[in-house]
């Protein structure tokens, strides 16, 4: 069987569309592959999420209430700190708020000794510092509850840290004091070590 020119042809049509149909097929698409979807959950999965998250959402305005109520406390006992600028200033104010003390007890208290101690850190994180000072007096009894009375009374956050009594003249029953006050400091006023530690 002999091949005609028209029939040459033909086949070479045929093998140039069959070059071109396998280019196509095979030639690499830069369409990003389709994306994998997760099997839908399933009904109760999803109404199970849809309760909690409301629960939550119920929840939210007491958590904000509780939250004010907090942030209000703080600030009302924020509000006793000695504030000063520097740790020696914060010293002397409780220093001061003990002479007034002591000036309105009956008869005045008169101190025999001041020791300014230092300012130590006070609970964890850094926020606060106490501002330590004793002092040393004779005074009866009733006096010494008058003066923690008057000292627990006050707006600045002054308590007692330690306390020791001896007793001095037995016939005029009066009492060797020596009290150690701490006074409630902004932490930026607690020494720092160079290491960054509060000593």
Known sequence: MTLTARDKRALAALGVALVVSLAVYFWPQNEPAPAVVEPAA????S???LERVRRLAAQLPARERQLKAMQQELARWEAGLI???T???AQADVVQILREIASRQTPPLEFASVDIGRIRPFGKGGHYGEALVSVTFDCAIEQLVNLFADLAARPEAVVTDEIRITATRRKDKLLRVQLRVAGLVPGSLVPQRKGGAAF
């Open 47 to 49: 109404e199970k999420r």
């Open 83 to 85: 504030r000063a600028e």
């Open 87 to 89: 740790g020696q200033q």
């Open 42 to 45: 399933s009904v109760k999965a």
